[in-house]
């Protein structure tokens, strides 16, 4: 599959099947036991089919580009992209809502232009966002009996206990899940993580000593509410100061027993 893809790659004019054929949001990892990001070519050279998701300013260049390849006629261009938003902060919340992937950020820019039209509005506006945000949280709700590693309601349950206790209770949208914990409960988070739920900012992140997984938490859970968020609420930027600021966010995993009584309730059934 790689060796097929790398070679429809080379025949490929522009940039834009390499990248909407690797849609995934994680890389492919095919030797596990080194923790090696591998092709499957002959060489065996390291390609990444994603960027980090702090790497704001290299995420929004490439959705970009993709954006620009879909239809050459359009005369499509970084500037005149640029050009459409109201301001850079409506810019960056794009590229969060979509989680940096481009087959939401399609669907965000979209939705985004749409609604800004609708309220007759010349540039991109901030205004949209939280309508745009309703209509992505569709699609990322109707994909969870296809992709979810955990049914339904299971999954749901788990999106309650991130909104009740990190949201409301840490009043926060990153936080740093302890990498022993993560690789505990891999498959669960992955399946979050597939599905859009919250998004790995950095693969991993020392503090103090302590490996952890950055995650942020997706705007579904903060702007698809009519009720505001707590006074005291955290938006962090977590793609400021080269991702330091992540240093100081708070610490969080799930309660294990809570973990284990969702993946056990089958087997007791």
């Known amino acids: ?27 492919f990892k095919l030797n596990d036991d080194n ?15 994603d960027r980090e998701f702090c790497e704001l300013e290299a995420n929004k260049d490439l959705l970009f580009k993709i954006l620009c390849s879909i239809d050459p006629k359009l005369d499509f261009t970084t500037a005149k992209i640029n050009k459409l938003f109201n301001d850079v902060v409506v810019i960056n919340d794009c590229i969060r809502a979509s989680g940096a992937l481009p087959r939401y950020f399609l669907d965000v820019f979209c939705h985004m ?3 800004s039209k609708s309220e007759n509005q ?17 699609s990322k709700d109707g994909l969870i009996a296809e992709e979810a590693y955990l049914p339904d309601d299971q999954i749901r349950k788990l999106c309650t206990i991130i909104e009740d206790e990190v949201v409301h209770g840490l009043q926060t949208n990153v936080i740093l899940y302890p990498h022993v914990s993560f690789k505990e409960n891999e498959d669960i988070l992955n399946t979050l993580i597939n599905l859009g739920f919250i998004h790995r900012i950095k693969e991993n992140l020392m503090v103090q000593k302590i490996n952890y997984v950055p995650l942020f938490i997706d705007m579904i859970f903060t702007h698809t509410k009519s009720e505001k968020m707590p006074k005291n609420f955290k938006d962090v930027k977590f793609w400021e100061q080269d991702g330091k600021v992540l240093l ?14 969702l993946i056990n309730v089958d087997i007791a059934v």
Request: proline fraction near 1%; charge should be positive; aromatic fraction near 10%.
């Open 122 to 138: 010349t540039k991109i506006h901030k205004m949209v966002l939280s309508q745009v945000i309703r209509e992505i949280k569709k």
């Open 248 to 261: 100081k966010c708070k610490v969080w995993e799930f309660d294990k027993e809570k973990i284990n009584e």
């Open 1 to 27: 599959i790689f060796q097929y893809l790398h070679d429809l790659n080379k025949e490929t004019s522009g940039i834009a099947f390499s990248y909407k054929a690797c849609l995934v949001p994680n890389r």
């Open 35 to 49: 923790n090696k990001i591998l092709s499957h070519k002959d060489d065996f050279s390291t390609i990444n089919l």
């Open 113 to 115: 232009v749409k609604f």
